[in-house]
């Protein structure tokens, strides 16, 4: 069995909590886990990228510079990342690239010359993982609340957290349906001594005054479409 050569992330409720529609950085806030897991696949030489669907661009919520921005944030908090792979598309467009469609993460492998059968997309949602299962890749099912029990129950692998599914694929691509790795962060990193990197916490975002105008998007916080 070929080792995993390439790991793809979902962004918004993955890598970073999610804010639906969020068009400003300072709002951003890595999952536990996110660095620690990152820097420990480039460690292993495993290329990293995001696939994340982005609809708030379509629907008049953000623009394609606030994603970017929060793109920006997200690489310097978590990352570098190798390869961004972003549909700005609403889910009655008809792309071919906004998860469940597997056109993200075939770009994606693609920009990192990896075989999609070579690649492993983490996500929190159904359609993460049926993007990775139709472009041939390996998916990862990383519930948190806004995952329905329905997709956990179809997904071929469900790991508890971030970082236990990143560690599940660092020797091959996953095996089993829940996914387990049991070992201290220092042993995965295959030092024994080394400190793990630790996620940095940004300050939060200050309140705006009151009276102030809340941006379209920070209106549309609620439900789960991205």
């Known amino acids: ?15 970073v ?15 536990e886990g996110a660095r620690e897991g990152v820097a420990l696949l480039r460690e292993h030489g495993i290329s990293v990228g995001v696939v994340t669907n982005q609809s708030g661009v379509a629907r008049g919520l953000i623009s394609d510079t606030d994603v970017r921005h929060v793109n920006r944030r997200i690489d310097d908090l978590v ?17 071919h690239c906004r998860k469940p469609q597997p056109g993200l993460v075939l770009w994606a492998a693609g920009r990192v010359c990896t075989a999609p059968a070579d690649c492993v997309v983490i996500g929190d949602i159904g359609a993460d993982i049926q993007a990775a299962e139709r472009a041939g890749a390996h998916g990862i099912l990383v519930p948190n609340a806004q995952t329905r029990p329905e997709e956990t129950a179809a997904a071929a692998h ?13 020797d091959g691509p996953p095996r089993g349906r829940v996914l387990a790795d049991e070992r201290p ?15 940095p916490v940004p300050a939060p975002a200050p309140e705006a005054a009151p009276g102030t105008p809340r941006s379209r998007a920070a209106a549309h916080t609620r439900g789960r479409p991205r």
């Open 185 to 199: 962060i220092e042993a995965a990193f295959g030092t024994g001594t080394a400190s793990a990197p630790t996620t």
């Open 79 to 95: 990352g570098p990342f190798d390869v961004w792979a972003i549909c700005p598309h609403g889910p009655d467009d008809g792309c």
């Open 1 to 15: 069995m070929s080792p995993v050569k390439t790991v793809l992330f979902d962004r918004d409720g993955t890598l």
């Open 158 to 170: 469900v790991a508890p957290d971030l970082l236990t599914a990143v560690r599940a694929v660092l």
């Open 17 to 31: 909590h999610d804010v639906p529609y969020n068009g400003d950085p300072e709002r951003v806030r890595p999952v």
